[in-house]
C-alpha cells in the first residue's frame, strides 16, 4: 500500500483519483439555468430549481406516508401551497448535561428565542432538568386514534372541505404568538440531580443514550400537554444511517424500525414521524447555505471529542469517511432501514399483553424463540448455576482401573461383573 513520506525511487504512486464535476453545466430540471451546487454526481441544479426540489420533496413525504389530518390545528384549505396545520417549535436545553455553563445556556436561550419568535409559531424552550417533575404517565402509552390508512381517512378530509374556516393567517399569528412558552427555569435540585445521574455513568456511550431518552420524554410530555398527536423529528438519512448502525452494535435491533422508520406509534397518542428522512446532510447544509436560515450552534457531549469515545461517535466517523469514498454508502444504509418493520406474534384474547421497556417503551424481545441467541444464552447461564450448586457435576467419572484396585472388586452388577 501507498504511505506518507516513502520513497519510491522516482517512481510515483498510481492512484485512481475520482474526476470532481465542475460547476460549468446547465440545471438538470429546467436545463436553462446555470448550475450552483452539485448534489451528486450527475445532480445539478440552479437556484430556483433546487428550492423548489426540496420543498416539494418533503410535501412528498407527507403525502406519500399520509399520517398527518387536515383537522389537525389546520388552516385555511383556500390558501394554496401553506401549510394545512399549525406547527410548533420545540428546544430541549441540555446544557446541564453537557457541561455548558449558566451564561452560556442563557446567551443560546436568547438567540433562539429571537428566531422562534421571527417565525410567529408557537415555542417551548424546556430544560432538560424539568424531566425529573415529569408525572409517571409520561412511561405509559396513551390510547391512539384510528389508524389513518383505514377508509375513515377520506371521510375526515370531506368532513374538513365542507366545514367553513373563519380562522385565517392573521388570527393564527396573534393568537399563536400568546401562546409561546418558556420553561428554561429549573430547582437547584433538580440540577444537582441531573449532574449527580450523568456522573454515575462512566462512558459517553450511555451517557448519549440517556440524553436521547431524557429528551424523547420531554417531548413527548410538552406535547401531550399541549394537545399535539405528531411529533416532527428533524433526522436527515444521514443521521439514520449512523443511528441504524450504532443502536444495532447497542442491542436494539429489535427497535430498529421505530427508532429509524418514518413513523413511531409506540407512544400510542402522540406518534413520532420523521419528514426530514429523505434529505441528506449535504443537501440541509446547502438549503440553509443559500436561502440564509438562521442557525445557533450549541455544542454537545461528542463536541471536540475523539472518535473513538463512544459507540455513537465511532459510527458516525466510520460512515462518513467511508461516504467520502463510497457515496453510496449513506443511501444503500438508509434503503435497508426503510425495508424493517416491526412484526407482532399473534397473540390470543386470554394472553397476557406483551411487557414494555420503563424507559423506551418499546416491545421487549426477551420472549423469543428457542433457537434464538437470547435462548442459548439463558440456557448457558442457567447451567453455570447449576454446577455452581452441585460441585459434583464437574467430577470425572471413575475408571474400571482405579474401581478395582486394592485387591476389591465392583461386587454384582458393577463394571467387573459380567452381569453388568
Given at each position: 500500500?501507498?504511505?506518507?513520506?516513502?520513497?519510491?525511487?522516482?517512481l510515483e504512486?498510481?492512484?485512481?483519483k475520482?474526476?470532481?464535476?465542475?460547476?460549468?453545466?446547465k440545471?438538470?430540471?429546467?436545463?436553462?439555468?446555470?448550475?450552483?451546487?452539485?448534489?451528486?454526481?450527475?445532480?445539478?441544479f440552479?437556484?430556483?430549481?433546487?428550492?423548489?426540489?426540496?420543498?416539494?420533496?418533503?410535501?412528498?413525504?407527507?403525502?406519500?406516508?399520509?399520517?398527518?389530518?387536515?383537522?389537525?390545528?389546520?388552516?385555511?384549505?383556500?390558501?394554496p401551497?401553506?401549510?394545512?396545520?399549525v406547527?410548533?417549535?420545540?428546544?430541549?436545553?441540555d446544557?446541564?448535561?453537557?457541561?455548558?455553563?449558566?451564561?452560556?445556556?442563557?446567551?443560546?436561550?436568547?438567540?433562539?428565542?429571537?428566531?422562534?419568535?421571527?417565525?410567529?409559531?408557537?415555542?417551548?424552550?424546556?430544560?432538560?432538568?424539568?424531566?425529573?417533575?415529569?408525572?409517571?404517565?409520561?412511561?405509559?402509552?396513551?390510547?391512539?386514534?384510528p389508524?389513518?390508512?383505514?377508509?375513515?381517512?377520506?371521510?375526515?378530509?370531506?368532513?374538513?372541505?365542507?366545514?367553513?374556516?373563519?380562522?385565517?393567517?392573521?388570527?393564527?399569528?396573534?393568537?399563536?404568538?400568546?401562546?409561546?412558552?418558556?420553561?428554561?427555569?429549573?430547582?437547584?435540585?433538580?440540577?444537582?440531580?441531573?449532574?449527580?445521574?450523568?456522573?454515575?455513568?462512566?462512558?459517553?456511550?450511555?451517557?448519549?443514550d440517556?440524553?436521547?431518552?431524557?429528551?424523547?420524554?420531554?417531548?413527548?410530555?410538552?406535547?401531550?400537554?399541549?394537545?399535539?398527536?405528531?411529533?416532527?423529528?428533524?433526522?436527515?438519512?444521514?443521521?439514520?444511517?449512523?443511528?441504524?448502525?450504532?443502536?444495532?452494535?447497542?442491542?436494539?435491533?429489535?427497535?430498529?424500525?421505530?427508532?429509524?422508520?418514518f413513523?413511531?406509534?409506540?407512544?400510542?397518542?402522540?406518534?413520532?414521524?420523521?419528514?426530514?428522512?429523505?434529505?441528506?446532510?449535504?443537501?440541509?447544509?446547502?438549503?440553509?447555505?443559500?436561502?440564509?436560515?438562521?442557525?445557533?450552534?450549541?455544542?454537545?457531549?461528542?463536541?471536540?471529542?475523539?472518535?473513538k469515545t463512544?459507540?455513537?461517535?465511532?459510527?458516525?466517523?466510520?460512515?462518513?469517511?467511508?461516504?467520502?469514498?463510497?457515496p453510496?454508502?449513506?443511501?444503500?444504509?438508509?434503503?435497508?432501514s426503510?425495508?424493517?418493520?416491526?412484526?407482532?406474534?399473534?397473540?390470543?384474547?386470554?394472553?397476557?399483553?406483551?411487557?414494555?421497556?420503563?424507559?423506551?417503551?418499546?416491545?421487549?424481545?426477551?420472549?423469543?424463540?428457542?433457537?434464538?441467541?437470547?435462548?442459548?444464552?439463558?440456557?448457558?447461564?442457567?447451567?453455570?448455576?447449576?454446577?455452581?450448586?452441585?460441585?459434583?457435576?464437574?467430577?470425572?467419572?471413575?475408571?474400571?482401573?482405579?474401581?478395582?484396585?486394592?485387591?476389591?472388586?465392583?461386587?454384582p452388577?458393577?463394571?467387573?461383573?459380567?452381569?453388568?
Amino acid at each position: 500500500m501507498c504511505q506518507v513520506e516513502e520513497d519510491y525511487n522516482g517512481l510515483e504512486c498510481k492512484q485512481e483519483k475520482i474526476p470532481v464535476p465542475t460547476l460549468n453545466r446547465k440545471c438538470m430540471k429546467c436545463k436553462e439555468g446555470t448550475a450552483v451546487l452539485i448534489i451528486r454526481v450527475n445532480d445539478s441544479f440552479c437556484r430556483s430549481c433546487f428550492k423548489e426540489y426540496f420543498i416539494h420533496k418533503f410535501r412528498a413525504m407527507l403525502g406519500k406516508n399520509r399520517v398527518i389530518f387536515l383537522q389537525e390545528k389546520g388552516l385555511s384549505r383556500e390558501a394554496p401551497k401553506k401549510l394545512r396545520f399549525v406547527p410548533g417549535i420545540i428546544y430541549i436545553d441540555d446544557g446541564g448535561a453537557c457541561g455548558r455553563s449558566a451564561e452560556e445556556r442563557q446567551r443560546s436561550n436568547a438567540l433562539l428565542k429571537s428566531i422562534f419568535t421571527e417565525t410567529g409559531f408557537t415555542y417551548f424552550i424546556v430544560s432538560l432538568e424539568q424531566v425529573f417533575s415529569l408525572p409517571t404517565s409520561v412511561l405509559v402509552p396513551g390510547t391512539s386514534d384510528p389508524d389513518p390508512s383505514n377508509p375513515s381517512y377520506k371521510q375526515a378530509v370531506d368532513q374538513y372541505i365542507k366545514e367553513k374556516q373563519t380562522l385565517t393567517e392573521e388570527n393564527v399569528a396573534s393568537a399563536v404568538a400568546q401562546l409561546s412558552i418558556e420553561d428554561s427555569a429549573y430547582s437547584p435540585e433538580h440540577k444537582l440531580a441531573l449532574e449527580r445521574l450523568f456522573s454515575s455513568m462512566k462512558t459517553l456511550t450511555a451517557k448519549e443514550d440517556m440524553l436521547q431518552t431524557l429528551r424523547s420524554h420531554l417531548i413527548l410530555h410538552i406535547a401531550r400537554e399541549n394537545g399535539y398527536s405528531k411529533v416532527m423529528m428533524g433526522d436527515s438519512c444521514s443521521r439514520l444511517a449512523v443511528k441504524l448502525l450504532s443502536n444495532i452494535a447497542l442491542g436494539r435491533g429489535a427497535a430498529l424500525a421505530s427508532d429509524t422508520g418514518f413513523s413511531d406509534p409506540r407512544y400510542g397518542d402522540v406518534v413520532i414521524v420523521r419528514p426530514m428522512r429523505d434529505y441528506s446532510s449535504k443537501e440541509i447544509a446547502f438549503y440553509s447555505r443559500m436561502f440564509n436560515v438562521p442557525s445557533v450552534f450549541i455544542s454537545g457531549l461528542d463536541t471536540q471529542t475523539h472518535d473513538k469515545t463512544s459507540i455513537q461517535r465511532l459510527t458516525e466517523s466510520f460512515v462518513t469517511n467511508l461516504q467520502s469514498d463510497f457515496p453510496s454508502t449513506v443511501s444503500t444504509i438508509y434503503r435497508t432501514s426503510e425495508k424493517l418493520h416491526t412484526v407482532m406474534p399473534p397473540q390470543s384474547q386470554t394472553a397476557e399483553p406483551a411487557s414494555k421497556c420503563l424507559l423506551c417503551l418499546c416491545t421487549l424481545d426477551t420472549k423469543v424463540d428457542k433457537a434464538s441467541a437470547f435462548h442459548a444464552t439463558l440456557v448457558s447461564e442457567q447451567l453455570s448455576q447449576i454446577k455452581l450448586q452441585d460441585p459434583s457435576l464437574d467430577a470425572p467419572a471413575q475408571s474400571a482401573e482405579q474401581c478395582c484396585t486394592e485387591g476389591q472388586g465392583c461386587g454384582p452388577g458393577g463394571c467387573c461383573s459380567s452381569n453388568r
